[in-house]
């Protein structure tokens, strides 16, 4: 059974530092890794989508990493903005989509 | 806009009183499915669709139904709801499979009293 843990938790940063949240998981055998965002109450937005074949995906100031043999992921936001508060998510896909509990990110303007 | 829609988005309902939460998508995904997120658990796939008229059970099947009688919908029955089913409920729909990039809805806030 697919296990996902995303450390840290929570994590607080000054407005302007880049965050690098991370994400492991314990079967390799994955066809793809998806980052996703959510505010409190909220829906879930898809913000990358990482396949098996590839190691990095960029999209503006995120940058997420994959390195499947090691079974790690990481997502970075570069300078980051109060607007990036959020919890962040990621969930891998081997057939099935399992989601790691998230880390909450507060950043201080 | 592509996107998928629930509602209702908030319900409170009563034990035992039989529900439907609805789940709607206008990109033509083949694949659909329903998630309940709760403290401290994470998200859970309650039932996924693999396309019309082709169901089958998720993680935390029991107490819940589905059907799938159209490619856009994927209606969340509860028939007769208890307090444990207390949750946030996610619709989600992907083009094929459950390997391709997942698209959910807004949620929907179910309180059983």
């Known amino acids: 059974k697919q296990e996902v843990t995303q450390i840290p938790a929570a994590l607080s940063v000054p407005e302007g530092e880049n965050l690098v949240l991370n994400c492991s998981f314990t079967?390799?055998?994955?066809?793809?890794l998806q980052w996703f965002r959510q505010d409190p109450g909220k829906g879930l937005t898809s913000l990358l989508l990482?396949?098996?074949?590839?190691r990095e995906q960029t999209s503006g100031r995120l940058n997420a990493s994959l390195d499947k043999s090691s079974g790690r992921s990481t997502l970075y936001i570069a300078a980051s903005q109060p607007g990036d508060s959020a919890t962040y998510l990621c969930?891998?896909?081997?057939?099935?989509?399992?989601f790691g509990a998230g880390t909450t990110v507060t950043v201080r303007a | 806009e592509a996107q998928v829609t629930q509602n209702p988005r908030y319900l409170i309902t009563v034990t035992g009183k039989k529900l439907t939460v609805t789940c709607s998508q206008n990109?033509?995904?083949?694949?659909m499915s329903w998630y309940r997120q709760d403290p401290g658990l994470g998200l859970r796939q309650i039932y996924y669709?693999?396309?019309?008229?082709?169901?089958d059970k998720g993680d935390v099947p029991e107490g819940y139904k589905v059907s799938r009688k159209e490619k856009r919908n994927f209606p969340l029955i509860l028939e007769s709801p208890s307090p444990n089913q207390t949750s946030l409920y996610f619709c989600?729909?992907?083009?094929?499979?459950?390997?391709?990039?997942?698209?959910f809805g807004p949620g929907t806030r179910l309180t059983v009293t």
């Open positions: 990109m033509n995904h083949e694949y």
């Open positions: 669709s693999m396309n019309v008229e082709v169901t």
């Open positions: 079967d390799s055998a994955i066809y793809n």
């Open positions: 969930a891998v896909n081997d057939y099935k989509l399992s």
């Open positions: 989600a729909s992907s083009l094929r499979e459950s390997t391709h990039e997942q698209y």
């Open positions: 990482i396949q098996s074949s590839q």
